[in-house]
C-alpha cells in the first residue's frame, strides 16, 4: 500500500491490513490490544509494528500504548493532534461516559470562548491527563446520574456521547468551575433562551437530587425571567434551611437570600449584565 503523496508512507501488506481494518471499523484511535486482535501479533510484534507506523507517520502516538491514525492528506505528519472528542471516549477505556460541561458547552454553541480543556464525566475517576496535544479532565458521577445524554457525530464514521443543552446547564450549576463559573452558565443559558426546554431543565435538577443545583437554577430562571411562578414555586418547595453559594468556587461573601435559600456572591446586576451581552 503506498500513499502517492508521500513514498516515506509505504506499507507492508501487514501494516496496509490493519489501516484497512482500522477504517472499516471507523476507529481511528486504538490501542496495542487492537493491533494484536486485528493482526494476530505477539504484544512485543505488536508494539514494534505501531512503532514502524509512528516513524513512518502513518499513526501519531497519543500516549504510550494509544493511537491515532493519520489523514492520508496530511502526508508525514509526526505531531498530529486528531479530534479531541474521539480521544476522550478513548481514554475513558469503555467505561460509562458523556462529554460535559464547557465542553459540552462548546459542543451545543452555548459559549464564545474556545476550550482548551476537554471535561469528561464518567463513572470511572481517574486523573487528568496530557493527550494528542489537550488536556482532559474528569469528573465523577454516579451511574444513576447517566440521563440527559445524546449522541453527537463528529465524523461521518465517529460519534460521541455528551449532555444535552438542559443536562449541560444543570452539571454547570453543580461543578460551574468545571464551565469558567456560574457566570459562564448563565451566559450559556442565555444563548439558548429560546429553544432550552425550561421544564426539562427543572425536572433534570429534581432528578439529579442536589439541593444547591435546585436553588441556583430557580433563582437564575426568576432573575432572567425564563419560567412561570408556578414552575418556580415548586423548586422552593422543600429547600433545606442551610444556604448554599451561587457560585460554590467564589468567597463566601455577598447578600444572603432567603426565599432561594442562596448567598449572593455574585450580584445579580453582574449576571443581568452579562445575559443583556
Known amino acids: 500500500m503506498r500513499f502517492k503523496d508521500d513514498a516515506s508512507k509505504t506499507l507492508g501488506p501487514r501494516s496496509a491490513g490493519l489501516v484497512v481494518r482500522l477504517h472499516e471499523q471507523g476507529r481511528t484511535v ?33 500516549t504510550p500504548g ?11 505528519e509526526r505531531n498530529f493532534a486528531g479530534n479531541p472528542f474521539v480521544l476522550a471516549r478513548a481514554l475513558v477505556r469503555g467505561h460509562d461516559y458523556y462529554l460535559s460541561h464547557g465542553t459540552a458547552m462548546e459542543i451545543h454553541g452555548m459559549t464564545t470562548q474556545p476550550r482548551l480543556v476537554v471535561t469528561v464525566s464518567t463513572v470511572h475517576a481517574r ?17 444513576r446520574d447517566l440521563f440527559g445524554i445524546t449522541d453527537h457525530w463528529v465524523t461521518k ?10 443536562r449541560t446547564i444543570v452539571d454547570g450549576l453543580r461543578r460551574p468551575v ?11 443559558l442565555v444563548m439558548r433562551r429560546e ?30 425571567e425564563m419560567a412561570p411562578s408556578g414552575e ?17 468556587d467564589l468567597p463566601a461573601e455577598g447578600a444572603y437570600l432567603r426565599r432561594w435559600r442562596l448567598r449572593l456572591n455574585v450580584p445579580r446586576e453582574e449576571l443581568r449584565a452579562v445575559a443583556a451581552t
Open 30 to 62: 486504538f490501542r496495542i490490544a487492537d493491533v494484536r486482535r486485528i493482526t494476530g501479533l505477539s504484544a512485543a510484534s505488536a508494539r514494534s509494528l505501531a512503532r514502524q507506523m509512528v516513524a513512518r507517520g502513518v499513526v501519531a502516538r497519543a
Open 66 to 76: 494509544l493511537f491515532q491514525l493519520v489523514p492520508f492528506e496530511l502526508g508525514r
Open 127 to 143: 486523573r487528568p491527563v496530557k493527550a494528542g496535544g489537550y488536556a482532559f479532565r474528569f469528573a465523577v458521577c454516579r451511574k
Open 157 to 166: 464514521q465517529e460519534r460521541v456521547r455528551v449532555s444535552d443543552p438542559e
Open 178 to 188: 468545571y464551565c469558567g463559573g456560574v457566570t459562564e452558565v448563565v451566559q450559556g
Open 195 to 224: 429553544s432550552v426546554n425550561v421544564s426539562l431543565l427543572i425536572r433534570y435538577a429534581v432528578q439529579l437530587g442536589v439541593g444547591a443545583v435546585v436553588r441556583r437554577l430557580g433563582y437564575l430562571l426568576e432573575t432572567l
Open 232 to 248: 418556580l414555586d415548586s423548586l422552593r418547595r422543600g429547600l433545606a434551611c442551610a444556604y448554599a453559594r451561587l457560585d460554590p
